[in-house]
């Protein structure tokens, strides 16, 4: 027999209201959604076409999650739903992304002086040798 407790747990009420960016950006499908979108507006149509392996209703889903979590915008166009990117929609992620910013900024500075003193060691040599026989 099944605890009272553990019906309790599995039918208490969820929050839906508070969906996480990341959840959301993390299913491929919603990635690529994006993707599309980044390159400019466009109808849900054209967003059906160029994802063949999901159906309209799998698009649709997608489309109205990305727009919950304010992530892209519809307008409507005659019968045609427009959508696009809503930059301030990004804010969360790109704040989240700039923590880790000055970490790679460091890394590739170093990657760079690195690859400059080999690059140079190698220049300089090889001018010295060049020099040296002429």
């Known amino acids: 027999m099944t605890p ?15 969906v996480d960016v990341f959840e959301v950006v993390a299913e491929p499908s919603r990635r690529a ?6 390159g400019g507006e466009r109808s849900a149509g054209e967003l059906v076409a160029t994802l063949p392996r ?16 304010g992530l892209v915008e519809v ?21 989240w992304l ?15 002086r690195h690859l400059a003193q080999t690059h140079g060691d190698t220049t300089n040599g090889s001018r010295t ?3 040296s026989h002429e």
């Open 98 to 112: 700039g923590r880790y910013r000055r970490y790679w900024a460091a890394h590739l500075d170093a990657l760079e």
């Open 129 to 131: 040798e060049k020099d």
């Open 33 to 38: 959604l994006l993707d599309l979108l980044a």
């Open 4 to 18: 009272l407790y553990l019906l309790d747990v599995i039918y208490a009420p969820r929050d839906t209201c508070a």
């Open 54 to 69: 999901l159906t309209q209703p799998a698009v649709s889903r997608h489309l109205r999650v990305l727009r919950e979590v």
């Open 75 to 95: 307008r409507h166009d005659a019968q045609r739903r427009i959508y696009a990117l809503r930059p301030d929609g990004l804010a969360e992620i790109d704040e």
